[in-house]
């Protein structure tokens, strides 16, 4: 680049010392080229570095996206499937939820069943207690009235003379 610059000067140092109305033009002409030159050498120097850096920026962003854009695929079907193992759990759940209640009724009705047949079972036998404890009772005032009636009989049909003899039967007998 040096070299290139001292050309240039030694060129314009030339013209210069030649003095005429075309150093005008040559000055015009080496103006651009220096101006050419220099920008050249600036976009060389930072400017070729800005886009690589630029470039390379948006690459990096563009495949941060991509990996993200992956990462959030990846997560929302580890969501889907998720969320179906959930479906299903909470299908076998209710399924067993079901079942279990149905189980627990049948034999909350069988216990009952059973409890039921139990109390008709006590209430024959304590019917079956009260009648005989009612027909000991009837035979006691049966007997009882008869012994009354016996002795109403005998005392009306007995005398004095009927009892004697009777007596007297009753002591032979047992001699």
């Known amino acids: 680049m040096k070299k290139v610059l001292l050309a240039t000067l030694s060129i314009v140092s030339v013209s210069v010392a030649s003095g005429g109305g075309e150093g005008l033009m040559v000055w015009k002409v080496l103006n651009t080229l220096i101006l050419v030159g220099l920008l050249a050498w600036i976009i060389k120097k930072w400017g070729i570095q800005f886009f690589e850096n630029?470039?390379?920026?948006?690459?990096?962003?563009?495949?941060?996206?991509?990996?993200?854009?992956?990462?959030?695929?990846?997560?929302?079907?580890?969501?889907?499937?998720?969320?179906?193992?959930?479906?299903?759990?909470?299908?076998?759940?209710?399924?067993i939820a079901e079942e279990t209640a149905k189980k627990e009724r049948e034999a909350a009705i069988k216990e009952a069943n059973e409890m039921a047949e139990r109390i008709?079972?006590?209430?024959?036998?304590?019917?079956?207690?009260?009648?005989?404890?009612?027909?000991?009772?009837?035979?006691?005032?049966?007997?009882?009235?008869?012994?009354?009636?016996?002795?109403?009989?005998?005392?009306?049909?007995?005398?004095?003379?009927?009892?004697k003899e009777i007596i007297l039967k009753t002591l032979k007998s047992i001699s």
Do not use: H, W
Request: aromatic content about 2%; hydrophobic content about 35%.
């Open 54 to 95: 630029r470039r390379q920026a948006i690459a990096s962003m563009v495949e941060e996206a991509q990996r993200t854009n992956e990462e959030s695929r990846k997560a929302l079907e580890d969501a889907k499937a998720k969320l179906e193992d959930a479906k299903m759990k909470f299908t076998e759940s209710l399924k």
């Open 120 to 163: 008709k079972e006590q209430a024959k036998e304590a019917v079956l207690i009260e009648i005989k404890k009612g027909e000991n009772e009837l035979r006691k005032y049966a007997v009882q009235k008869a012994i009354e009636i016996s002795e109403k009989i005998v005392k009306e049909k007995m005398n004095p003379e009927l009892e």
